[in-house]
Structures are given as structure tokens and as C-alpha cells.
């Protein structure tokens, strides 16, 4: 496989395409609050902490004792998640308790595990 297999090597603009995606194309806020969504994922704590509430609403004690961390770095995991409205929180009396924070956040992730995956089992069966 030559390194340049990637590369388009045509001089056509295909006018029709550029110009029903350039219309369809948000603006920079929505990129710019997507792309912090996104980062904020890019974390292995609060990916794990996304799967244990994927599974379970869960206090900030048990989701402590399930990753074997502290309550305060999840309880500040947890204050990044509930910001940018990843995560969100119910009280009953003292207790605090946290779930994902709506039905597109839970299929979002659990599309992102079945995609990894499914891409995992692929590439060992091409090794």
C-alpha cells in the first residue's frame, strides 16, 4: 500500500457536494461545544465513570469503591461531567445521586463501546 492511496488526485470540484454540505454546515458554536463534549470523554476515569452510571445510578461512595479512587477526585470528575451536562444528580436527604444525564448520552456511549468493540474483534482477526 503506497502512501499516497489516500490522496485525491483529480482537480474537480464537485460543486453540487461542496455546496449542499457548506449549507447544511452549523455554525462554529455548535463545533466548538461538540468538540468540548468529545474531550471531555477522552478521559479513562470519566469513561469509566460513564460506564458504572451506564450500568447503575450510583452515589459518589460507590462509584469510589468501583473504580478503587478516592471520592474526591470522582467527586471532581463528577463536577466536570455534571458541567458540560454529561452526568447529572438527584438528592434524597444526604445522599446524592448520580446518573447519565439523558437517553442520548447513554446511547452515545454505549454506541462508542459497541464500536470500539466491534473494531477491536476486527483488527486481532486481521493480525
Do not use: W
Amino acid at each position: 500500500m503506497s502512501k499516497n492511496e489516500f490522496v485525491c488526485d483529480c482537480n474537480i470540484i464537485h460543486k453540487d457536494v461542496v455546496d449542499s454540505t457548506i449549507k447544511k454546515m452549523p455554525d462554529e458554536f455548535l463545533f466548538i461545544k461538540l468538540s468540548q463534549f468529545f474531550k471531555i470523554l477522552g478521559d479513562v476515569t470519566r469513561t469509566k465513570i460513564l460506564f458504572a452510571l451506564d450500568q447503575n445510578e450510583m452515589c459518589v461512595c460507590d462509584i469510589a469503591n468501583v473504580l478503587g479512587m478516592s471520592k474526591s477526585s470522582i467527586s471532581h470528575q463528577l463536577s466536570t461531567l455534571r458541567k458540560i451536562g454529561i452526568v447529572k444528580y438527584r438528592k434524597d436527604g444526604k445522599e446524592v445521586y448520580y446518573t447519565l444525564d439523558d437517553s442520548h448520552v447513554k446511547q452515545l456511549f454505549e454506541v462508542g463501546i459497541e464500536h470500539v468493540e466491534h473494531k477491536s474483534k476486527n483488527l486481532l482477526l486481521e493480525d
